[in-house]
């Protein structure tokens, strides 16, 4: 288990928060805590943290606009998003924005722990060599992504999955391997990494001609090299 990690908390009811404060302190945690969107956003755009859990219905700045614009700012911190909006399209729409993993409300204390701990040690690349094919190279350790001079941020999760393609590529990577690469046994599914593949997707594959990343029907995903 990883001690000491640098938390940002983003909630604005406070009976959830000192819980959870008290729980993660008592932890070994080094906790930072905002009450309102806009306060969280201010802390996690200062960077120096290992996990954010991040509320979505935060008074002044939504949790997924939040999200939405860490990611803009090309910040790859690892985040899992607390909500009591439990539909399929709701964690998707997390998804998209940019979340690493997603719980709904109520949760134990114990699976909130396990969860920091998975989106943490699920975005440490095994290797911090940069990876290429192609026109297109991603540096693991920074998390950007460049193809044809074009630079972009990836999130954790997005990383791996990259990553994962580009380490076989063009050999076809089974759905399945995938999410066990992504999120492990904590989280994910077929229509959270649907969703991230497809925001990948316009990430690298927009501004070209030629699409890298190809879904193979039934099977899984390549990524191969543009002729």
């Given at each position: 288990m990883h001690t000491g990690l640098k938390v940002l908390l983003v909630e604005d009811q406070q009976d959830i928060a000192a819980n959870i404060w008290d729980y993660l302190e008592r932890r070994?945690?080094?906790?930072?805590?905002?009450?309102?969107?806009?306060?969280?956003?201010?802390?996690?755009?200062?960077?120096?943290?290992?996990?954010?859990?991040?509320d979505l219905g935060l008074p002044r700045l939504d949790g997924l606009d939040l999200c939405r614009r860490l990611r803009a700012a090309g910040h790859g911190i690892p985040v899992l998003m607390l909500?009591?909006?439990?539909?399929?399209?709701?964690?998707?729409?997390?998804?998209?924005e940019g979340a690493d993993d997603y719980m709904v409300k109520p949760?134990?204390?114990r699976e909130l722990e396990a969860r920091i701990q998975a989106v943490y040690r699920r975005g440490r690349p095994a290797t911090d060599a940069p990876l290429r094919v192609g026109d297109l190279t991603y540096d693991p350790k920074s998390m950007l992504a460049t193809r044809a001079g074009q630079t972009r941020a990836l999130t954790r999760v997005q990383g791996i999955l990259?990553?994962?393609?580009?380490?076989?590529?063009?050999?076809?990577?089974?759905?399945?391997?995938?999410?066990e690469a992504a999120w492990s046994d904590e989280g994910g599914g077929g229509a959270a990494l649907q969703t991230h593949m497809y925001e990948l997707r316009l990430l690298l594959d927009k501004p070209f001609d030629?699409?890298?990343?190809?879904?193979?029907?039934?099977?899984?995903?390549?990524?191969?090299?543009?002729?």
């Open positions: 070994s945690y080094n906790i930072d805590h905002a009450a309102d969107g806009e306060s969280g956003l201010s802390r996690a755009l200062k960077g120096d943290l290992d996990v954010i859990v991040l909500t009591a909006r439990d539909t399929l399209d709701d964690k998707l729409r997390g998804f998209a949760f134990s204390m990259l990553a994962t393609l580009m380490r076989e590529a063009p050999n076809v990577i089974a759905h399945r391997r995938l999410i030629y699409a890298m990343l190809q879904s193979v029907r039934g099977l899984g995903y390549r990524l191969v090299a543009a002729p």
